[in-house]
């Protein structure tokens, strides 16, 4: 903890140490189940000596957090501090003045966070809360953690909200998924998914699919081209597999990007990690799923890509095709890796969400990509589009047994409430955003209302917080100022989506992206037409992530036994189809060979598993008998 972060909240806590509050909050020892924090007299809770009409005065909870420093933002948490953000003070006299609540934050830098908090875990000396799941804390380490009884149960700490958490988990709750999500086997809960989704969303279910979530406006990770390069070799936009390949050998044949070198190329993940060959919208023309073993978002099945027969024989055809044209190259893809995809200047297509490749840089002041629009590879085959959930979630939040409850319960009341939405997205009421007389909320705009300098300090905190001040939790869906459900498409474009949901309209949209290269409208307008027009009943859509809960000691033993080699063996396979160093006529013994030895049954049915708990959890049906 640095001095300058230890003073912030020592000034913070100074401010509000006089708060009144209706109940005692306790001491700073750990709360167990049953132990109300009080003192005094049980039969007099909230007040010590004599009962008058005033409230006692109460000391502030007090909490630790292990934040990690991811690096994706623009500033990092202590370059904000040293800088006089004021919406890190804001947000800290906020959470004591709502909670009572000080939150003592110690950053550690993404790269050694996991092994620093399995040194922290092994020492016995956790911080009081911390980030676990995915990157952070390894399965079996957990599993073992929790079966040791080193982290909190969240039942035991629900009983200390003050009725924001524990209702939005509730059964109907709007976060009833999160505490579905993250159940464990014994149907405990030691570990918070940490929330995250928009304000507007479609509902695409219909009468022969009923899909586990809703979908995100504007989150879909569809394929963008080079329109300029398109326009450049008089071709017209991509509508089948082979005017795409016809494309992408034009783009190299004519020099689209001028260097007098054939290095235009699509990035499509071949032989990356996570077979990111089926996730890079490609595979989805064919109808297969986004990757092995991922979650079928309509029924939460487990689905393999490989499996798929002649749809993934087809696919590892087109796909070989590309490669021997060297218009792909192997290892290169990542969405979320497309600003240094395209900054050399040869990317001719990549997959992000449609807007986020408008204000891309190449180098190139002509650049302009688009998104593609819904291919169909196989006739009676429908296509796949990987879109993002609005019920979606990051990592997760779990805390030490040694923690004072009442403070942990605090903190996911804030964490979770319409005021940290509000400064994490959108910055200080009164300064970067305000409400009118008609219930209405105006947002100020940079340039016109206030300059870039004060944007930074008491605008959204976007920029420096996610993550190293507190887990990246957005409540959009509960919170956010606009909020749409939309049955259909079209329901959205009649109501001037997508420029509705971030409270502006296509011509303020224009005069905001003036600068850059786009015609007509947003990427994400043109693709929500693509949707409207293919017809979102004619497509399956897939979800970027398997709603997987904590697995069993049975389960994560399977998972740690085969799933390496396993995966390791499918996604070879697949990629040396593609480059020619294996044949597909021996596909049918390949893929038995996974069964036969390397345990894929075993490991499908561990992850069913897990899997099964949330489906039960939400009301549905299991997979597994």
Known sequence: MTAKRFLALLVAMLMFVALFSACANGDDNANQPGDTGNSGDTGDVGNTGDADDNPSETEPLKLTYMGSETHNWSYTLEEAIAAGFETWDYYNEKMLEEHNLVVEVEVVDNEAYKTTLAGLLASNSLYDSFLVDGEYMAIDVMVSAINNGRFANINDIIQYSDGGFSGAVADGGPLQYVKAWSTAPDGEWYYVKNPDGGGSSFDLDHDDVDYLNNWQLHTWYDLNIRVDWLNKCGLSMPTTTEEFTEALIQFQEQDANGNGSKDERAFLGIGMETEQVFGHTTAGWFGLPRANFAMNAATGELENAVEFGDQYLAFVDFTKNLYDNGVVLLNEGGAWTYGANVAGNYCAAQVMYPDNMITVQTGDPDCQYEPMPIIQAIEGVAPRMVGQSINAANNALAFSTECNYEAAAAYLDWLTGETFYQILMYGIEGKAWDYNEDGTVTLYKVGDDYTTEEEESYGDMWHY?????????????????????????????????????????????KIQFADYNWTDMSNNNRFLLYLNDYGTDNMVFDLNINFSTLPSEEETQAISTYETDLKTYLSEMTTNYIVGTKSTDTYEEDLQYAYDNLGMQEYCDALQGQIDRYLVAMGRDAILD
């Open 465 to 509: 917080a996610p993550w190293a001040a507190f887990p990246q939790i957005q409540c959009g869906f509960m919170w956010d100022f606009v909020r749409n459900t939309y049955t259909s498409v079209q329901e959205a474009l009649d109501n001037n989506e997508p420029y509705t949901w971030k409270k502006t309209t296509l011509e303020d949209w």
